[in-house]
């Protein structure tokens, strides 16, 4: 039997709690339960629409903007009940919690949300360990395979200041500072390097996204510091001024010393000695994060310690 989930059109204003917020994570929550293949085919359809016009799933919301939303029929139930007792460690790994904000040592494996075949991601699941916030967005994105410092919003204001500290990044912003630390290939012989190569983002092989650098690309900016090294591999440490995706895993590889267990663009021999070696992950841990705190504009720095299993690779190499 079809289950209706909304059975005409809606008009809905955009109010503080919004203000800011892409669409797409708008829809996510208003229309919780729908799949979020099926709101983006009705961003993409046209049939969602903010003050009567198209808009792009990236789209900010303004206060007082009024968004189209069309009538959805679900042919089958489509909630997504979280296990809380299978996500009950991300308890755990909260690194940082205030009224406004939560930074979170994501593990690796982990999607940051649901979506292309996942059912739950951190997002989904923090919000049914959480039940008790009325809010709770991604302030900004890691990679499935990466882990480390992640940080969520708990109140829109919150939301609206970080990500505009992120969105301006580290280039013209000295309010927020990335840092991740990755294995490479190789020795490290550059000492600390600033790496400015353009990035496509939007580049695909086999169907899949695949950035590469490109001097029509984006601008893109990493400084490269090693920490340790051997005729193996160096352990680095990597400062980013720009949020490009894969921006550590590319421009590393561009300078000849690919990250260790990169499936997508690292070196396969060496990864099957790192494999060999115990490393069973992509090598990238966001260590820590500078940033100033969207209500008492305070300087705050989270660390999140290696995972054990990165640790453990770094002892045994170095």
């Known amino acids: 039997m079809s289950k ?72 089958e139930a489509t909630k997504v009940d979280v296990d809380r007792g299978r996500y009950d460690y991300l308890n755990r790994a909260i690194l940082f919690e205030d009224d406004i904000l939560m930074v979170i040592n994501k593990p690796s494996g982990l999607a940051v949300h649901s979506g292309s075949g996942i059912s739950v991601g951190l997002i989904e699941a923090m919000r049914a360990l959480r039940s008790d916030l009325a809010y709770l967005e991604l302030v900004h994105r890691l990679d499935r395979d990466t882990s480390g410092c992640l940080v969520l919003a708990k109140k829109a204001t919150a939301l609206r200041g970080l990500q505009a500290d992120f969105r301006q990044s580290g280039v013209k912003n000295s309010r927020l500072d990335k840092r991740y630390l990755a294995l490479v290939k190789g020795r490290w012989r550059h000492g600390e390097r600033r790496i400015e190569k353009p990035l496509n983002t939007d580049a695909r092989y086999k169907g899949e996204r ?62 099957k000695i790192m494999k060999h070696r115990g490393l069973k992950r992509l090598f990238l841990h966001a260590a820590s994060l500078s940033f100033y705190h969207p209500q008492t504009d305070a300087k705050i720095r989270i660390d999140a310690p290696l995972p054990a299993e990165l640790k453990g690779m770094v002892e045994q190499l170095f």
């Not at 339960?33 to 808009?55: C, D, F, H, T």
């Open 4 to 75: 209706p989930a909304l059975k005409s059109v809606q008009f809905v204003e955009v109010t503080d709690d919004s203000d800011g917020q892409r669409l797409d994570n708008f829809l996510f929550r208003f229309l919780k339960g729908v799949p979020k293949s099926m709101v983006y085919r009705l961003i993409r359809k046209g049939e969602v629409r903010i003050n009567k016009k198209r808009a792009k799933q990236t789209t900010r919301l303004a206060l007082g903007d009024v968004i189209r939303i069309p009538p959805i029929r679900l042919d």
């Open 210 to 271: 695949t950035v590469k650098v490109d001097k029509d690309g984006q601008y893109a900016c990493s400084i490269v510091s090693p920490k340790q090294t051997s005729s193996l591999a160096s352990l680095i440490e990597v400062k980013l001024l720009t949020g490009r995706t894969h921006q550590v895993r590319v421009h590393c590889q561009s300078e000849s010393h690919p990250l260790a267990g990169d499936s997508r663009y690292g070196d396969m021999a060496f990864n």
